[in-house]
């Protein structure tokens, strides 16, 4: 009787070993997307108006200190950083980084301050399941103009 429930049991003692190794083996990456709009709040303006994008600007990611990955953003504005999430857990990513658009604003119109930078905290969108690989998507949050980042 033993035997039978051993020969019964074995099946599903394997299955559960391989759902825990195909969990340990998914790989992940962060992915931070989003547009920067060359106005003091660095988002798009209010119903009606037309606010331009900031292209080529620098944006970084920081980290509580040093920077940790950046990008440029392109014609339309847009920037991409990918993070391995191995270095940079999600819960650290959104509770201690933030987005600096390092590119003073005057840059992008010249009647913006020459001084000060954009900032945003992180926003978690959800996660897209790629076969293995798991993706977490965050976007900014809001970016303000900063006159002093110190």
């Not at 049991?9 to 920067?36: C, D, H, K, R, Y």
């Not at 940079?88 to 509770?95: G, K, Q, R, Y």
């Not at 905290?121 to 110190?150: E, Y």
């Amino acid at each position: 009787m033993a035997s039978k429930l051993i020969i019964l049991l074995f099946p599903l003692f394997a299955i559960a070993i391989a759902a825990s190794t195909a969990e340990a083996q998914q790989l992940g990456l962060i992915s931070i997307q989003g547009t920067v709009f060359c106005a003091l709040n660095g988002s798009i303006g209010v119903s009606g108006t037309s606010t331009p994008v900031f292209p080529n600007a620098l944006v970084q990611l920081g980290c509580g200190g040093p920077v940790v990955a950046n990008a440029a953003t392109n014609r339309s504005g847009f920037f991409s950083i990918v993070l391995n999430p191995s270095p940079f857990p999600l819960s650290n990513v959104l509770s201690r980084c933030n987005l600096v658009v390092n590119t003073p604003l005057s840059t992008c119109n010249a009647t913006l301050p020459a001084v000060g930078r954009l900032l945003s905290p992180l926003q978690l969108v959800g996660s897209t399941l790629i076969g293995l690989l798991n993706v977490t998507n965050l976007i900014p949050a809001g970016f303000q103009l900063r006159l002093n980042l110190g």
